[in-house]
């Protein structure tokens, strides 16, 4: 049976459509979640997508950590559930301390909306599980509040964890370590800044997105197998 | 009682702040000399009913920590202010 993927949305949030064309394309099956329900359903994997959630006002992420969905996709998390955050969603994860650090306004204040050069630095994660260490990938980002920022205790446990699993050739926005995205300590939480899925068809530049979007459906059989 | 709280957030020490570096690379160009280290914040009012000062200040902390700012990069300072009538 095809793994499900529920897409979270919350007010303003945009990408939730490109995220379940792109599973749907690869065989999976997405499942739009709304914010405001308390229960995840039985999905085998959750994206938190790009986009504006709650307007960011405040801050990206701070007002939807407070969503009710949000308890839900915590007591996923912490089952070892795959979650994975997307731009937008990686800023939320951030916030609801579900990933360690912040995401900061981009150095010199520029929104980015560009094609970005990755290196796979980790393949222990759910989300580069199939990728070749090193590998290199071309995937957009499209954000201004995208810098990595976090204190040196932390950054050492991500680097000595193995946990910081993309990181940016040509660091266009100030990250802390050169970090596009990282994992928790499990490995099942991922977030990061580019979006794979505008990188999912060779029609929109790149299929380099498509072998972080197989790992996740993998990781999600293997969630939907462990549960059966 | 009713209490007036103002909270300033701001990027803590050693943490870089774009807006605040922006700023300053301006203010040769306006004519101000002589003028270092800007840093941007946030500030953020509101009203408080509780029963005594104390009591007003834990609500208005709580609030300040767990939503105004994000405690990995921002610190917040707060004002309380008895209301009078």
């Known amino acids: ?228 | 009682m009713r209490f007036s709280a103002r909270v300033e957030v701001q990027l803590r020490p050693g943490i870089a702040d774009p807006e605040g570096a922006t700023i300053e690379r301006a203010l040769p160009a306006l004519g101000f000399d002589g003028v270092n280290h800007v840093r941007a914040g946030r500030s953020f009012s509101f009203e408080v009913d509780a029963a005594d000062e104390s009591a007003a200040r834990t609500k208005a902390t709580e609030l300040a920590d767990r939503l105004l700012a994000n405690p990995v990069i921002e610190e917040s300072r707060l004002e309380l202010e008895l209301l009078g009538g």
């Not at chain 1, 360690?100 to 520029?110: E, V």
């Not at chain 1, 630095?121 to 810098?147: K, R, Y």
Request: a negative charge; hydrophobic letters at 40%.
């Open chain 1, 1 to 228: 049976m095809a793994p499900r993927i529920g897409v979270v949305v919350f007010p303003g949030t945009n990408c939730e459509h490109d995220v379940v064309l792109a599973t749907e394309r690869l065989g999976g099956r997405g499942e739009l979640l709304w914010h405001g329900d308390t229960s995840l359903g039985d999905v085998d994997a959750v994206v938190l997508p790009g986009g504006f959630a709650h307007g960011d006002y405040l801050r990206p992420g701070a007002l939807a950590r407070f969503s009710p969905i949000m308890e839900a996709v915590t007591r996923f998390a912490r089952s070892g559930g795959p979650v994975v955050g997307i731009c937008n969603g990686f800023q939320v994860l951030t916030e609801a301390g579900l990933l360690p650090g912040a995401l900061q306004k981009n150095g010199r204040l520029r929104f980015l909306c560009q094609p970005t050069r990755l290196r796979v630095t980790s393949t222990a994660s759910v989300l580069t599980g199939l990728a070749e260490l090193g590998e290199e990938l071309v995937i957009p980002i499209n954000h201004f509040s995208g810098s990595y920022t976090c204190d040196a205790d932390t950054l050492r446990a991500l680097q000595e964890g193995d946990r910081v699993v993309l990181r940016y050739t040509d660091n266009p926005n100030g990250s802390v370590d050169d970090i596009a995205g990282i994992a928790n300590e499990a490995g099942n939480v991922v977030g990061l800044m580019p979006h794979p899925e505008r990188a999912s068809d060779a029609l929109l530049g790149s299929e380099d997105g498509v072998v972080l979007l197989r790992s996740l459906l993998g990781a999600a059989t293997a969630r939907a197998a462990a549960a059966a």
